[in-house]
């Protein structure tokens, strides 16, 4: 057989550069919500679903403190905060793992749970991540149609085959704010195989007010095949420092714990949170907030002759007519003239809709007051 210079038969010559293994290129890459406008004098960044309260006080001063060791690696197992969430829920601190936002802990799950062969259910207007961690696994994504912009549970169900690994669910969903009361969480998780490890994504679970809800903290505790995450990127107001967690089986947390980084949770980023789960009164403040002006804002937009989608979250999903004039795309980009920034969701399946975070009430306003002069413009 002839040989070149590597010493390689020609079939297994290196290219010349280096290539990601097969199905990378593939995947599309997720796309935050913009942070820059186009015009207005004054800017509001509705487009991430923050929160407008911004962190906890005391959240901001146990970050300041931790200034003075950032030369020390931090605590690889976060046992202050794992002990921190564990009191603030009344869980067992031995059962949770934290990871550099939800987003850390689902990536791990994805590569501790997935493969090639695999395949993993979310729903079709699910988490964009989800996707992408799922084929970053090398395994393949499978969308299961909506119902009324929720979470169908029927449609998950008869996607589910031998091949079905993982099956995220997001509770609320992000970006269409709808939620699955918790019985229906319950017979979607009876009916799954055991060996099939359900993943109840909260990130928005700490703004429900509904009766029927539950984040998933009862099931992830009992059962052997659920793992629930959360996030204190939303209302505890840290996005920009990184911090989740997950709470499940102690032989599903193990293994994850197995291929998590071993400090993927900076020490600033631990202090701030412990402070921030602590601080009740703050979060109360978020609360009622976001109780205030999630009605105001949605009936304030129907009154304008368009359509939302009932949200549980802390942010809307607004519906725009196909017609010229009157786009979702339209709209988006006179309000970014008037410096409002929403977020386009064209990349969930959304071509028609643009999601707004409930912000503070001057912004609530400023978007009422912009899409009241889109939409007399596009009548006139």
Same mark, same amino acid.
């Given at each position: ?6 010493? $390689?038969p ?7 550069r280096?290539?990601p293994?097969?199905?990378? @290129? ?10 820059? !406008? ?18 906890s006080?005391?959240?901001? =001063? ?14 690889g ?42 395949e ?17 696994a090398?395994?393949?994504?499978? =969308? ?9 549970? %029927? ?14 669910v ?6 269409t ?7 229906e969480?319950?017979? @979607?998780?009876?009916? $799954? ?15 429900v ?11 992830a ?19 920009? $420092?990184? $911090? ?6 102690? +032989?599903?947390? %193990? ?17 701030a949170g ?10 109360e ?16 937009? +129907?009154g ?17 007519? =196909? ?9 988006? !980009? ?18 028609d ?7 503070? =009430? ?19």
């Open positions: 057989m002839t040989k070149n210079s590597t010493g $390689l020609p079939a297994a010559r290196p290219t010349d280096p290539s293994r097969a199905g990378i @290129l593939e995947i599309a890459p997720y796309v935050p919500g913009k942070s820059k !406008a186009t015009g207005g004098t004054k800017v509001f960044k509705l487009s991430s679903n923050e929160t407008p309260l911004g962190p006080p005391a959240a901001i =001063a146990a970050f300041q403190d931790a200034a003075s060791s950032l030369e020390i690696y931090p605590d197992a976060a046992t202050a905060l794992r002990e921190a969430i564990g009191e603030a829920y009344g869980i067992n601190p031995a059962r949770i793992i934290a990871g550099a936002g939800s987003d850390d802990v689902l990536y791990m799950i994805g590569h501790t749970y997935l493969g090639p062969g695999d993993a259910i979310h729903s079709l207007h699910g988490f964009n991540v989800y996707p992408i961690i799922i084929q970053a090398g395994a393949t994504p499978v =969308a299961a149609p909506e119902k009324g912009f929720t979470t169908y549970v %029927d449609a998950i169900l008869d996607r589910v085959s031998e091949k079905t690994r993982v099956v995220f997001a509770n609320p969903n992000n970006p704010g709808t939620y699955l009361p918790f019985s969480i319950r017979r @979607l998780h009876a009916a $799954l195989p055991p060996h099939v490890l359900l993943v109840l994504d909260a990130a928005y679970a700490d703004y007010r509904r009766n029927d809800y539950e984040s998933g903290i009862e099931l505790g009992a059962a052997p095949n659920v793992i629930m995450t959360r996030t204190f990127s939303k209302i505890f107001g840290l996005a920009g $420092l990184r $911090l989740g967690w997950g709470y499940g089986p102690a +032989e599903v947390i %193990d293994a994850l714990n197995r291929v998590r980084s071993p400090f993927n949770v900076s020490i600033p980023a631990a202090a412990v402070a921030a789960v602590k601080d009740k009164a703050h979060i403040a978020a609360v009622a907030h976001n109780e205030e002006w999630l009605p105001r804002v949605t009936q304030a937009i +129907e304008l002759g368009l359509e939302v989608t009932p949200s549980v979250g802390n942010f809307v999903l607004i519906h725009f007519p =196909a017609t010229p004039g009157r786009t979702a795309a339209e709209a988006d !980009a006179f309000l970014m003239g008037r410096g409002i920034i929403l977020r386009r969701v064209t990349s969930y399946h959304l071509p809709a643009l999601r707004m975070t409930i912000g503070s =009430a001057e912004a609530n306003e400023a978007v009422i007051a912009g899409l009241k002069a889109f939409l007399h413009g596009a009548a006139s």
